[in-house]
């Protein structure tokens, strides 16, 4: 894991430490919510950063009630987008007002949800998601690469059968997979070998001590975590959660006095400061930061979505995990648990799995971290620590473009605690390779060569052999 050991066993630990590798556009600082109307006329659509559009949506969702249809972030022009279904004139005039924009759509939120129903009666298939699209108001059915033949035909009749105004199907490169590692590599020594995960986020437990997020498959595959790969546990599994209605890892520290910042370490020594959970809004951009593979942006593309996994423990079984954030950022094998995170700090999710690579692009699902808090009454932020804790004080500036980082591995580049910095400075054209190519599923083994104290490089080659190490 790529952090630096403070006295007294103070673990500064800045979640997401890896050289930052091959990520994409570059983005704008976004504009504060204005062009408020001061007629008394149909207000003009606010500019709103991502994270203001997501608070806006939650207060319209209770204003429109049951005309609400779902809503989504236009980044192009920096607006909300609020779908409505058979709604009171002076409810969507308010909503106008309230500097949203408002679309009569057909489909109503109780309609789309009994589509997922269906499907989870008639379609919970390995290999299959879905997830309300709210820029089409449909719900949208992904079949990856192992869906063929009758299970093909199962869910091809199923979708058609809910009509082609509800629902779309389509079909997704690779496998769905948890995909084990992240941010910060953690480690654990189990019967068959290595299991190696990530860090998510750094929080405080309800009773005070600190702790961090993870894959809640993660916690399942394994109890005592280390942050080097043939090194002593720091830390212990509080409550895991996975198959199910979420897929997410408490953890906690077993030195009390561990300081654990609230930060991303993007790598070169540059942190981006975590300062709130927010919710995930379709459309908006994002950023996950991953051991395999580092930083990577895509946009936010469904939520509440439902992934039905193959089974770790079941040939003939699925897990099925709900609620989840479905994005087209890339991801593999050696991600789990990392940080998804905002241009401007907020914390949105950590990786579940997905399908694709980072070189021909794919679809990715995350835990909301707001969902992972309530459940395990953690709270964002650091424990006994600043948020700047480490020995570096580099900062970067969010209008620089990135140089090449040439960084091999899982965490090249070394202890990188200090320093705060913008995303998207830094996601850009990173030609340091992070081969993640080796698993399968969850706990599918692979090589780690070269790995020690979570600082150097190391491939994660695809097949097993001795010592194998989990990548998930």
């Known amino acids: ?59 319209l969702q209770q204003l429109l009630g049951q005309a609400f249809a779902g809503s989504y972030y236009d980044s192009a022009k920096q607006q909300l987008v609020v779908n409505v279904v058979n709604g009171d004139n002076n409810v969507i005039a308010q909503a ?19 589509v997922a129903k269906t499907l ?31 299970k093909w035909d199962t869910l091809q009749s199923t979708v058609q059968g809910l009509g082609s105004n509800m629902a779309t199907l389509k079909k997704s490169s690779g496998t769905f997979k948890t995909l084990v590692s992240g941010g910060d590599a953690i480690f654990s020594q189990v019967q068959d070998g290595t299991v190696r995960c990530s860090l998510g986020f750094n929080v405080t437990a309800s009773d005070g001590s600190p702790a961090f997020l993870t894959a809640g498959h993660c916690g399942v595959a394994a109890k005592d975590w280390s942050d080097s790969e043939t090194g002593q546990p720091i830390a212990t599994v509080d409550q895991a959660q996975f198959p199910g209605n ?13 300081q654990a910042p609230s930060e991303v370490n993007i790598g070169n020594g540059q942190t981006v400061a ?14 996950r930061m991953g051991s395999t593979t580092g930083l990577h942006d895509g946009q936010v593309t469904g939520l509440d979505a439902t992934v039905n996994f193959q089974s770790e423990t079941d040939p003939n079984g699925v897990d099925t995990v709900t609620g989840l954030i479905q994005t087209n950022v890339c991801a593999e094998a050696g991600d789990s648990g990392g940080s998804l995170f905002t241009q401007d700090g907020g914390a949105v999710g950590m990786t579940s799995g997905g ?52 960084g091999a591995g899982d965490q090249a580049g070394g202890d990188q605690i200090g320093g705060t910095a913008d995303p998207s400075a830094t996601a850009g054209d990173q030609s340091g390779t992070g081969d993640g190519t080796g698993t399968g599923t969850g706990t599918g083994s692979g090589d780690q060569s070269g790995t020690g104290d979570g600082t150097g490089t190391g491939d994660q080659s695809g097949t097993g052999a001795d010592n194998t190490s989990s990548s998930h």
Not at 48 to 57: H, R, Y
Not at 122 to 140: H, L, S, Y
Not at 274 to 287: K, L, M, R
Not at 374 to 402: E, V
């Open 1 to 59: 894991m790529s952090h630096k050991r403070i006295p007294k066993r103070k673990a500064a630990i800045a979640v997401g430490g890896v050289a930052a590798l091959g990520a994409a556009a570059f983005l704008l600082p976004m504009a504060n919510a204005s062009q408020d109307n001061a007629s008394g006329a149909t207000a003009a659509p606010k500019t709103l950063k991502a994270t203001g559009a997501s608070n806006l949506a939650a207060q």
């Open 96 to 114: 106008e007002q309230a500097g949203a924009v408002v679309r009569q759509v057909q489909n109503s939120t109780s309609a789309l949800e009994a």
């Open 120 to 150: 989870k009666t008639k379609a919970t298939i390995p290999g299959t998601a879905w997830a309300v699209d709210p820029k089409t108001n449909k719900v949208v059915v992904s079949a990856d690469s192992t869906v063929t033949g009758a």
């Open 246 to 258: 979420g897929d997410f890892s408490l953890v906690k520290y077993n030195d009390a006095t561990t």
């Open 274 to 287: 975590i300062n709130q959970a927010v919710d995930a809004t379709v459309g908006e951009t994002v950023f």
């Open 355 to 406: 399908s694709g690579d980072c070189t021909s692009g794919g679809e990715t699902f995350f835990q909301p971290v707001t969902a992972a808090l309530q459940a395990t009454g953690a709270t964002l932020g650091d424990a006994g620590a600043g948020a700047g804790a480490g020995d570096g004080s580099a900062t970067a500036d969010p209008s620089a473009t990135a140089g090449d980082q040439n």
